[in-house]
């Protein structure tokens, strides 16, 4: 079956542009997360979404980061005036409603700024 | 605060030799506890995970960690390593929903 699907796997921006990055959930799966890993660190939460609510924003680094999910299933991260800084590999991750469950991860988009 | 400590950045064994991964965790509450394999330019997979029950858990892989609640450990073990478990592993903890994850440990595994 189908996994968790990210687009695009790689992005180049000048600083100052914004980006948008997608995920495509595993189907049926209500619970979405987004994780920001920078290089040769573990993953750090970033949101996290049931169906189309955003319940948990409190990893989102600045106002910068917005972060959507408008039907339940689709999700966009979205980065506006990029810095350097936010380079890094963007992980999004999606799993079944109970708590206790696995998270199913995407490849992620590995994020550069120029 | 919850957190979680892997204290070694890398592991080497010989393959066919049993292997350790260590994770301690801090957390309030009952923990539920995971283990993830993570490729180069690929995200993570999941492994393993201790909700409640027995001690010893197994997964995927031929893995499995041992739970144990007064040291707040949970050390991933594999008793014949394989060359092709070389790779990055996190131990991860949440009680929230969100994972908490540790810094990762590279696993080499030498022929």
């Known amino acids: 079956g189908a996994g968790v699907s990210q687009s695009p796997r790689y992005k180049v921006a000048k600083r100052g542009q914004d980006v948008a990055l997608r995920c495509d959930p595993i189907?049926?799966?209500?619970?979405l997360f987004w994780y920001q890993q920078a290089l040769g660190q573990g993953p750090e939460f970033l949101t996290y979404f049931q169906n189309e609510a955003q319940l948990d924003k409190s990893g989102l680094p600045s106002d910068r980061f917005f972060a959507e999910r408008p039907e339940g299933s689709v999700s966009t991260l979205k980065i506006q005036r990029t810095q350097q800084e936010d380079s890094a590999v963007y992980l999004c991750?999606?799993?079944?409603?109970?708590?206790?469950?696995?998270?199913?991860f995407g490849d992620g988009t590995r994020l550069s700024i120029l | 605060a919850q957190s979680v400590a892997q204290p070694e950045d890398q592991v080497n064994v010989a393959e066919g030799n049993p292997l350790t991964v260590k994770c301690t965790y801090s957390?309030?509450?009952?923990?539920?506890l995971f283990w993830y394999v993570q490729y180069p330019n690929r995200g993570l997979q999941f492994l393993l995970k201790y909700i409640t029950g027995d001690n010893l858990v197994k997964g995927s892989y031929g893995f499995e960690a041992e739970f144990n609640k007064s040291q707040t450990s949970f050390h991933l073990k594999k008793p014949s390593a394989l060359v092709s478990d070389s790779a990055l592993y996190f131990c991860?903890?949440?009680?929230?929903?969100?994972?908490?994850f540790g810094q990762g440990t590279t696993l080499q595994v030498k022929p």
């Open positions: 189907s049926g799966h209500v619970s």
């Open positions: 957390v309030s509450g009952n923990p539920y």
């Open positions: 991750a999606s799993s079944d409603r109970r708590r206790n469950q696995p998270q199913h």
């Open positions: 991860a903890v949440s009680n929230t929903g969100k994972l908490i």
